[in-house]
């Protein structure tokens, strides 16, 4: 531990607060989903909260997260020519985010390798296969209630390379390298859902967290689902997915696939850099919330 003088904008003499070692200057050993600063708990939320802060023009929010930030020195309250009281990251709030998105990026990282070796397996098999497809699916709906829709994104999307309708057996394939963010997902039965309303088949691949540790066992996966583990080398499948008969891809599954472009054996199966917005949204491996 140490001491920390957090900014005072109205010119009086700054206070002293304990912060963990580390902090300031630099962010050695932080976890981006939770980390403890004179006492108060720093997760997702106020990471998010910094980087719209940081994003903004700064107008308070005045509520619990704002105080937690400027309690933990990551926040600061600076007063305009005005007199407008606004809101700003500190040093060590900047470094905070900017930790953030560093250990983030290497998730996506690590999630990315896994989609493009998932991708390459389904090449392999002689499929057509798709990543990054935003595709409208229908939900199941009772007798009497309206039909609902949910638009999901899965990781990959492939079908067989067949001119008989009946015989294209979509499949969904849903990568994890995070076991925070399997958990977040598995608790959405219409995301679960839409992947089973958009393929025939849906699969859930999972990855190992930081230590080399699968993040999860098959039986925490929803038996309508398959699972697949990667143990470093090879793609393990751990329950096979149950088989559903599609007799026709929608119209606007159609529409969707003409517009997008599917990947080939010599693709760039990494795609494009993650937003500001994904690299926040990750979770830790070892931290689920």
């Known amino acids: 531990m140490g001491e920390a003088i957090c900014p005072n904008s109205e010119g009086l003499p700054g206070r002293?607060?304990?912060?963990?070692?580390?902090?300031?200057?630099?962010?050695?050993?932080?976890?981006?989903?939770?980390?403890?600063?004179?006492?108060?708990?720093?997760?997702?939320?106020?990471?998010?909260?910094l980087r719209d802060v940081y994003r903004s023009a700064g107008w308070p929010s005045l509520d619990s997260i704002e105080v937690e930030l400027l309690a933990a020195c990551l926040l600061e309250r600076v007063y305009d020519p005005g007199g407008h009281e606004r809101v700003r990251p500190t040093d060590a709030g900047i470094v905070f985010l900017a930790q953030t998105f560093h250990k983030n990026r290497l998730a996506l990282s690590r999630h990315d390798a896994l989609v493009g070796r998932v991708a390459q397996e389904m090449l392999r098999d002689g499929r057509i296969v798709w990543t990054g497809l935003s595709i409208r699916a229908r939900l199941p709906s009772g007798q009497e209630e309206r039909t609902r829709w949910k638009t999901c994104m899965p990781d990959v999307f492939s079908i067989r390379n067949t001119t008989v309708a009946g015989?294209?057996?979509?499949?969904?394939?849903?990568?994890?390298?995070?076991?925070?963010?399997?958990?977040?997902?598995?608790?959405?039965?219409?995301?679960?859902?839409?992947?089973?309303?958009?393929?025939?088949?849906?699969w859930y691949v999972l990855g190992c967290d930081s230590r080399g540790r699968p993040i999860a066992q098959a039986d925490e996966i929803p038996p309508e689902c398959g699972v697949l583990r990667f143990d470093g080398e090879r793609l393990v499948v751990e329950r096979n997915a149950p088989k559903r008969a599609v007799a026709d891809l929608s119209f606007a599954l159609w529409m969707v696939l003409a517009k997008a472009t599917p990947l080939s054996p010599s693709s760039d199966l990494l795609g494009v850099g993650p937003s500001q917005a994904q690299l926040l949204e990750l979770s830790d491996d070892e931290n689920p919330p």
């Open 167 to 202: 015989y294209l057996e979509p499949v969904v394939h849903e990568i994890k390298v995070s076991r925070a963010d399997l958990l977040g997902d598995l608790k959405s039965k219409d995301k679960r859902d839409s992947y089973l309303d958009a393929g025939g088949q849906c």
């Open 16 to 49: 002293k607060v304990m912060v963990p070692a580390g902090i300031i200057p630099a962010f050695s050993a932080v976890s981006p989903n939770s980390t403890t600063i004179n006492g108060i708990t720093i997760g997702r939320q106020h990471a998010r909260r």
